[in-house]
């Protein structure tokens, strides 16, 4: 049993390449726009204090603070983890929406099929399925397995999805929890160097404004940038868990031989507005 499992366990991931390949297709706009907007803000009130953004360019504050987060990211990261968080981050530049309603009637006409001429009927369709999680579900149940080994390994499935993007989360949390910390080093740095100038009175003045720039970006790095992004990985983990129980309440309810309107009176309550159900 726990050999049949592992084995289809392995089947599955075999087929993650394939998801992630077939799924950002588009740019997720809303991440960009908010990216775009936060960034802004933050440029058009400096700029309004009247002060040049020259002042804010410091080389030495920055090196302290990226090198110094990256630094932490490597310390607490696994090395393997940290490649997947990074390609996690890059496809948060990516649409990554999926149409529950018509994965529904998908679904629905999958059962319409079952219904007629079994489970073995819906090899042919398999691929012309266009999630998917759903397609290679569907290609475990017309193999034979049987429905607990086939609920077993999604369900697996499904909370190691949900692991591996709260490690990728964590991690950049981990990273945003320090860079205000790093940025404050930056600024003791500074501090340091300004006293060494302490006779010199303008010379003070300038250092000591120019010292707490460090902490400007630990912040800005962190409440801008880290934070938000590990939310956002968050939001999309919590919305794939959701599409993906809506595929395994689908694929067992076809297993189960559920007539197709008790079927889309299940499904209906995974879609945020429900639709009406037609009599």
Known sequence: MATSEAALSRQIRTQEPVVRQRRFQGVDLSFVVGVVIALGATIAGIC??????NYFLQPTGAVI??????????ITTPRHSLAHSARRIMNLFKADEVDRDALIEEIISL???ARRGGIIALDSSISKTTNPFLRDALQLAVDG????ELQAVLETQLRMNERHGDSDAKALEVAGG????????GTVVGLIEVLRQFS???????????????????LALANLLLLPAAHRIRARVAENFETQELIIEGLLSIIDCLHPSLIRIRLSSFVRRPKPIAA
């Open 178 to 185: 320090f860079a205000p910390t790093i940025g404050i080093i």
């Open 200 to 218: 010199n009175l303008q010379a003070v003045g300038s250092g000591i404004g120019t010292a707490f720039v460090s902490t400007i970006y630990g």
């Open 65 to 74: 603070v990226l090198g110094g987060t990256l630094g932490v990211i490597l």
């Open 145 to 148: 397995q049987n429905r607990e």
């Open 48 to 53: 309004a204090t009247h002060v040049g953004l």
């Open 111 to 113: 059962a319409r099929i």
